[in-house]
T-cell receptor, first 104, second 111 residues
């Protein structure tokens, strides 16, 4: 069993849809990170969470420490949101990623 | 300001050869970490260096080694390359364990 599990693995959405990506972890946490990876490899850090909820533009990330679960939400999705989204704990443990495709 | 830079961007090596990958962190960042990302998978942690000392090591064989220099740049070395070492190798730097900034990676192909 992986220390960090993400779901779904693949997600296709119509432009404008509300999207949720889930992450469950089994290791101790000081911080959980949501990352975005575009084709070609570059990774961008979206959020660092240790509790509660953070919002940046159309992206919202939440974490429930007791349940060891985090979610990444994208409101009003856009084709430029198409990427792989990765959940990471302490930058030591990574999920396998969720590949998101937003169709115009 | 320059971000994290990695070189080379692409590399093709033959089985059994040795390879050295390089990473320059963001100015002021003293922590550098290395990751291996196989196609279709998330990154796997290889090493973390802070102030030139190894602070963490993932579950990789001794063929993998790294070092950090006084200017905080880092090298990852892989000996006796196997086909399974083909992957994207990512470097990330951070300031005091806060948010990490990733380089674009080195894509290694072993043939």
């Amino acid at each position: 069993k992986n220390e960090v599990e993400q779901s779904p693995q693949n997600l296709t959405a119509q432009e404008g849809e509300f999207i949720t990506i889930n992450c469950s972890y089994s290791v101790g946490i000081s911080a959980l990170h949501w990352l975005q990876q575009h084709p070609g490899g570059g990774i961008v850090s979206l959020f660092m969470l240790s509790s509660g909820k953070k919002k940046h533009g159309r992206l919202i990330a939440t974490i429930n420490i007791q349940e060891k679960h985090s979610s990444l939400h994208i409101t009003a999705s856009h084709p430029r949101d198409s990427a792989v989204y990765i959940c990471a704990v302490r930058f030591n443990y990574f999920g396998t990623g969720t590949s998101l495709t937003v169709i115009p | 300001d320059a971000g994290v830079t990695q070189s080379p961007t692409h590399l093709i090596k033959t089985r059994g050869q040795q390879v050295t990958l390089r990473c320059s962190p963001i100015s002021g960042h003293k922590s550098v970490s290395w990751y291996q990302q196989v196609l279709g998978q998330g990154p796997q942690f290889i090493f973390q260096y802070y102030e030139k000392e190894e602070r963490g090591r993932g579950n990789f064989p001794d063929r993998f080694s790294a070092r950090q220099f006084p200017n905080y740049s880092s090298e990852l070395n892989v000996n006796a390359l196997l086909l399974g070492d083909s992957a994207l190798y990512l470097c990330a730097s951070s300031y005091h364990g806060r948010e990490a900034f990733f380089g674009q990676g080195t894509r290694l192909t072993v043939v």
